[in-house]
């Protein structure tokens, strides 16, 4: 059953990041917390193991995803060397607070992320105003933010980098390359992260090295990519308003869900 589970992850994180450009750890994060539970892994390690094994499984889906942008020319190299900068020290320190908070904090920040990301999606929010200059004193600081909420979040960074340069006055193309390229710094960062601050935890399921849980990376890798591409496909053919307003609810349920 669960390793059935750990691809029907990958494939359903894929779809909806093709169809709402969303990031795949928002969805990996509570089904991999819940596949987890039902294994019976030690609770006490359940939220980092979700984070951390969803960091790894981003690292190789967003480097498929930046490199396709990057063909199209779609990254803009300095917006990403400078949140990069920031990004990377964002990461160590999203890395240490996980460290010292326990599996409920987490749980509660990431229910209340899914909230925000749910209102963002219903109500269609984009950044507005006129466009302020992207220079290295706005971008290293919002990169120190994004890495270090995306670690302890077990995102890639995509949500919070693409409104960012929206609102930096970037295209919409540009704005979701560019946030690609971010996010496999992040995702990488973080992943290493988990698994150094998790090599000494007592108990953690066999194949595991740190908080990364190896067998779920690879399950979830066989059809996330299958998954994207599908979605990308649907997202021309279905009615995307009602299916994004469908799928905030079942953030705000999943959100209330982690926080409760």
Known sequence: MF?????????LAGLLAGLFGIGGGLVMVPALLWIF????????????LAVGTSLAAIVFTGAVSA?????????????????????LAGAA?????ADRLD?????????????????????????????????????????????????????????????LLLWLGAAMTTAV???????????????LGFILIGRDAAGLPPASLGYVYWPAV???????LPGARLGAV????????????????????IGMRMLI
């Open 234 to 253: 649907l997202a021309h053919r279905l009615p995307a308003r009602r299916l994004r307003r469908l799928f905030a609810l079942v953030l705000v349920l």
């Open 3 to 11: 390793w059935l589970a750990y691809p029907l992850t990958g494939a």
């Open 93 to 97: 320190l999203g890395t240490t607070l």
């Open 218 to 224: 690879l399950g979830i890798l066989l059809l996330s």
């Open 177 to 191: 390359g560019t946030a690609a390229a971010c996010g496999v710094p992040i995702a990488l960062a973080g992943a």
């Open 37 to 48: 539970a039902l294994q019976g892994f030690p609770s006490v390690h359940l939220m980092h």
């Open 103 to 163: 599996g409920a904090v987490l749980r509660g920040l990431f229910g209340g992320f899914l909230l925000v990301v749910a209102v963002k999606l219903a109500l269609e929010l984009q950044p507005g105003g006129p466009a302020v200059a992207a220079r290295p004193a706005v971008l290293v600081p919002a990169g120190l933010g994004i890495g270090a909420l995306s670690v302890l979040l077990g995102i890639g960074g995509g949500t919070l980098t693409v409104p």
């Open 67 to 87: 490199q396709a942008h990057l063909r199209r020319g779609a990254v803009d190299w300095r917006l990403a060397g400078w949140l990069t900068v920031g990004v």
